[in-house]
């Protein structure tokens, strides 16, 4: 199996870096992004100088100034972190299509593609946002993204000075296990206050300490979450990166002005959907899973089909011909149609691993993307009534 290459990027105490890049006179002093005194706000986020004092995330405002009666106060200024959150998204974006954004100032990314090692990667990236965005953040790489978090988690949290750590820590593929031992319990995901002091009780106080225990153990005390636990303490994590997609499905129909039961011609409006929602991935730079076929007959009643494709595609031809098989399903002969549609859905970034026919696959991948290019540059429409999209072999298994 190959080993993967996780990062985990989290900003060093965002709102506060945003708000010195607006006040510089702010450096190096303990204020904190928040509500303001004599409200019931709280502390929306700390600087560093201010985490000195014992100042954290979601503390109510009134006892922040108790511990720091010097504290500044700054409102927050929610456009701008959201302007330069982009920003900085847009950096990670540059390293790796696959990226998992947590929240406005940390994402995952699977770097596994690039040949560098993960060191080499993460002090890459994060020299590009501090030099691109003057933010300063932290790294964790590993071979998942459990402990690439948890290695950050740890890093930044080795550093002392009331300044941001700006911090990189690389757990090594193989030591994933050793890496988590010593730290304690409540650092593995899913365990929250409760399960901690549940742990606390069986004499489990570190992450080692779980990981020596038995499967059938954890499953008897803690049922199927306890299977997951135990996986975790071992530094097993197997999830993949969830990339987030405005849309849900993907999906182009047409009303026929008049019904029509005319075979050439649905098949001609289906290749046309096709290649539309074919454009339409391409564009995203995603591939989908499932192809669905939708038709409204003639007495309005309308029947959806979906098929589940072997590999995920992004190809015209892949889309073309699941939704002909699909239409061949639900049609027969003589059957008036008033509206087709085609869709795709369950998208990932996943490349087609059809090794074999990637020489077929260049070639199509080439003429799609002039194609693409034809149609951006002149609209769609010029192009599909000037001549249909060519015909292009389909090598793919359905
Ligand atoms: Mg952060």
Same mark, same amino acid.
């Given at each position: 199996?190959?080993?993967? +290459?996780?990062?985990h990027?989290?900003?060093? *105490? @965002?709102?506060c870096?945003v708000?010195?890049l607006r006040?510089?006179?702010l ?7 928040g509500g303001q005194?004599?409200?019931?706000g ?9 985490? +000195? @004092? ?5 503390? !109510?405002?009134?006892r922040?100034?108790k511990l720091?009666p010097?504290?500044i ?8 972190y959201?302007?330069?959150? +982009? ?8 390293f790796? !299509?696959?990226?998992? &954004?947590?929240?406005i100032d940390?994402? $995952?990314?699977?770097v596994?593609?690039?040949?560098d090692?993960p ?10 946002? /501090?030099r691109?965005t003057?933010?300063?953040?932290? =790294?964790g790489g ?5 402990? *690439?978090?948890?290695? /950050? ?10 300044? !941001?750590?700006? *911090? =990189?820590t690389?757990v090594?593929p193989?030591t994933?296990?050793s @890496? ?19 742990m606390?009780?069986?004499h489990?106080?570190?992450i ?8 059938d153990?954890?499953?008897r ?5 306890g299977c997951d ?6 530094g097993?994590?197997t999830?993949?990166i969830?990339?987030?997609?405005e849309a ?7 009303? $026929?002005?008049?019904d ?25 730079e995603?591939? *989908? ?5 939708? &038709?409204?007959?003639a ?7 979906q ?5 995920p595609?992004d ?13 061949h399903?639900i049609?027969s002969?003589? +059957? ?5 549609g085609?869709?795709a ?6 490349a087609i691993?059809? /090794? ?11 003429l ?13 429409q &010029?192009l599909?009534?000037? @001549? ?5 072999? /389909?090598?793919?298994?359905?």
């Amino acid at each position: 199996m190959k080993i993967r +290459k996780i990062l985990h990027m989290d900003l060093d *105490a @965002f709102f506060c870096s945003v708000e010195e890049l607006r006040n510089p006179s702010l450096k190096g002093k303990a204020f904190a992004v928040g509500g303001q005194p004599g409200t019931r706000g709280v502390i929306s986020t700390a600087s560093y100088a201010a985490r +000195k @004092f014992g100042i954290h995330s979601a503390m !109510p405002t009134g006892r922040a100034l108790k511990l720091c009666p010097g504290l500044i106060l700054v409102s927050s200024f929610h456009s701008e972190y959201a302007e330069m959150s +982009k920003k900085v998204m847009q950096i990670v974006g540059d390293f790796s !299509p696959l990226v998992e &954004i947590l929240s406005i100032d940390e994402a $995952f990314l699977d770097v596994s593609d690039l040949p560098d090692t993960p060191l080499q990667i993460a002090r890459h990236l994060q020299s590009r946002i /501090n030099r691109e965005t003057q933010l300063p953040c932290s =790294i964790g790489g590993a071979t998942n993204m459990l402990v *690439a978090k948890i290695a /950050n988690d740890y890093g930044k949290h080795l550093h002392k000075d009331p300044t !941001p750590p700006n *911090a =990189i820590t690389i757990v090594e593929p193989g030591t994933e296990a050793s @890496f988590l031992a010593p730290l304690p319990i409540d650092a593995l995901w899913g365990v929250g206050p409760k399960t901690a002091e549940r742990m606390t009780t069986l004499h489990i106080h570190t992450i080692g300490d779980l990981a020596k225990r038995s499967m059938d153990e954890m499953i008897r005390l803690f049922g199927q979450s306890g299977c997951d636990l135990l996986e975790r303490a071992k530094g097993i994590d197997t999830r993949e990166i969830q990339v987030e997609h405005e849309a849900k499905s993907i999906s182009q129909e047409t009303t $026929f002005d008049n019904d029509t039961a005319d075979e050439e011609y649905l098949l001609k409006t289906i290749r046309r959907l096709s290649a539309n929602v074919g454009t339409q991935l391409r564009k995203q730079e995603i591939t *989908a899973k499932t192809i669905r076929i939708k &038709i409204r007959w003639a007495s309005f009643e309308t029947h959806t089909r979906q098929l589940a494709l072997t590999y995920p595609t992004d190809r015209d031809s892949v889309i073309t011909a699941a939704a002909i098989d699909l239409f061949h399903k639900i049609w027969s002969k003589g +059957k008036k149609v008033r509206l087709i549609g085609v869709g795709a859905a369950q998208f990932t970034r996943e490349a087609i691993q059809l /090794n074999l026919l990637e020489k077929t696959d260049d070639r199509e991948e080439r003429l799609l993307r002039s194609v693409d290019e034809l149609r951006e540059r002149f609209g769609k429409q &010029i192009l599909i009534r000037g @001549f249909d999209l060519p015909e292009v072999k /389909n090598n793919h298994t359905l």
